[in-house]
């Protein structure tokens, strides 16, 4: 265990999938994500059902304004009152807000507005809900878990994508958008309380002051044991071993909300394994996001594969991603994580590039589910290694910056690749795509903190 933290309550020993604290953790992540995806059917339904398809577009859109603008602020949050208070009220007021709108449309027809202003509050609350959920496995298990709990969070999500869209498509067929709203809030309700049930591992004064200019951390459960004699000087140690900069104790002045940001960004900018991750992690997502969603969909057309050959390779996508997922879960630790994260990028680049010139759906499912394996592992793993390299009271942030290169900028190579399909065809997008997401392989192998970077076991 990390001498970085210190459990509030008795630490079992089991590995994490057979712990009952970190399997309510996951429960509580998989109904909130159930519920997401449901709540992203019903909003659609419903914008299309009350406008026009323009006009839906733009409500589906909305969200990632707050959630791109807020994010890096929603890191500091969630360091400077603790993951689990700012996921739970996240929870919450999400759950209030679906709801609400769900009685409105029982009640009448109001139009577009609510339907945006729900946008607009789940995209708001989404920028401190991401590097709250980011940063809560490192307080609910020991960090020799932290991999194995990446895996099962992996599992999760999988779940959520295949059982969300159905249960949301029911509950429109049931009775329409509003009903599909108030299924996507009681699945949302169901986190909350297996959240509170969860218990935390406080982390030591000395490294809540070291990161956030001496902000308290009220997170942990009551009776909570302080740190031990010497706490600092083992925590500056166990940073500095992992290529961390310790932090600057000269100045004890209480730190801005703008301070801690300062910091977390120099936090990461001086680490010797996160700041390279962090550019491998970007370049390996710039290169995914646009072929394998606005890009298959185009190659799909291409081929005449229609849309359900272009859900068969989903589908494969889908399954080995999963798998991968559950590799890392049942062996809860793969050596030399560094060196096989970029490997995995680089061998999933060539599998991207040559998507484009699979002539058969049949191909092109076996191709995909090789780009699911390797995705699924690279993203498992460089996952991990943040968990396990970021020392927790900073974990918000780390997730935060993590997140808003995933999901802030990522996207935009969407428009990207599909104007670039229509200038130069599928073949040199998908193979220019993939010699992006290469060079996210490159950078991993090539720095060799980075190479050399292990899970701990």
Not at 125 to 150: E, I, N
Not at 271 to 300: C, K, Q, S
Not at 355 to 379: D, E, H, N
Request: with cysteine; proline share 6%; charged share 10%.
């Amino acid at each position: 265990m990390s001498a970085t933290l210190i459990a509030t309550g008795p630490v079992t020993g089991r590995p994490a999938h057979r712990d009952p604290n970190v399997l309510r953790w996951l429960g509580a992540y998989t109904a909130s994500m159930v519920g997401d995806s449901v709540y992203y059917i019903a909003l659609s339904w419903a914008a299309v059902q009350q406008g026009s398809p323009a006009q839906a577009g733009v409500v589906m859109a909305v969200s990632a304004v707050p959630r791109a603008l807020l994010m890096l602020g929603g890191g500091v949050v969630a360091d400077r009152f603790g993951p689990r208070r700012v996921v739970i009220g996240s929870d919450t007021v999400r759950c209030a807000a679906v709801l609400a709108v769900a009685a409105l449309l029982f009640l009448t027809s109001p139009g577009l507005w609510p339907l945006a202003l729900l946008a607009v509050v789940f995209g708001t609350v989404d920028a401190v809900f991401m590097p709250a959920v980011g940063a809560l496995p490192a307080r609910v298990t020991s960090r020799d878990q932290l991999a194995r709990v990446q895996g099962m969070r992996g599992i999760g999500i999988r779940f959520a994508s295949i059982v969300g869209a159905p249960l949301g498509g029911l509950g429109v067929a049931i009775g329409g958008a509003a009903a599909a709203f108030a299924l996507a809030g009681l699945l949302i309700a169901v986190s909350v309380p297996l959240l509170i049930s969860v218990r935390m591992r406080e982390l030591p004064a000395d490294a809540k002051a070291d990161a956030l200019g001496g902000a308290g951390d009220t997170d942990a459960a009551a009776g909570g044991r302080g740190p031990a004699p010497g706490a600092g000087a083992v925590i500056a140690a166990d940073s500095e071993a992992r290529g961390a900069p310790v932090p600057d104790k000269a100045d004890a002045r209480p730190a801005s909300p703008v301070d801690d940001l300062r910091a977390g960004l120099r936090y990461i900018r001086g680490h010797r394994v996160l700041a390279p991750l962090m550019l491998a992690i970007a370049l390996g997502d710039l290169g995914f996001v646009g072929p394998l969603n606005v890009g298959l969909t185009l190659l799909a057309d291409e081929r005449g594969w229609g849309a359900s050959g272009m859900g068969w390779v989903l589908s494969g996508f889908g399954a080995g991603a999963g798998a991968a997922a559950l590799l890392l879960t049942v062996r809860g630790r793969l050596p030399h994580a560094g060196w096989l994260a970029g490997c995995s990028i680089v061998a999933g680049s060539v599998a991207i590039g040559a998507l484009a010139f699979v002539p058969s759906v049949l191909g092109a499912v076996g191709v995909a589910l090789l780009i699911g394996l390797l995705a699924g592992l690279s993203g498992a793993l460089c996952g991990a290694l943040l968990q396990t390299q970021a020392d927790p009271a900073y974990l918000g942030r780390v997730t935060a910056v993590s997140s808003l290169v995933s999901l802030g900028f990522a996207p935009l190579s969407m428009p990207l690749s599909a104007a670039a399909i229509g200038a130069w065809g599928t073949g040199p997008v998908f193979v220019g795509s993939a010699v992006v997401c290469g060079l996210g392989g490159v950078v991993a192998l090539c720095v060799r903190d980075l190479r050399r970077a292990e899970l701990p076991g």
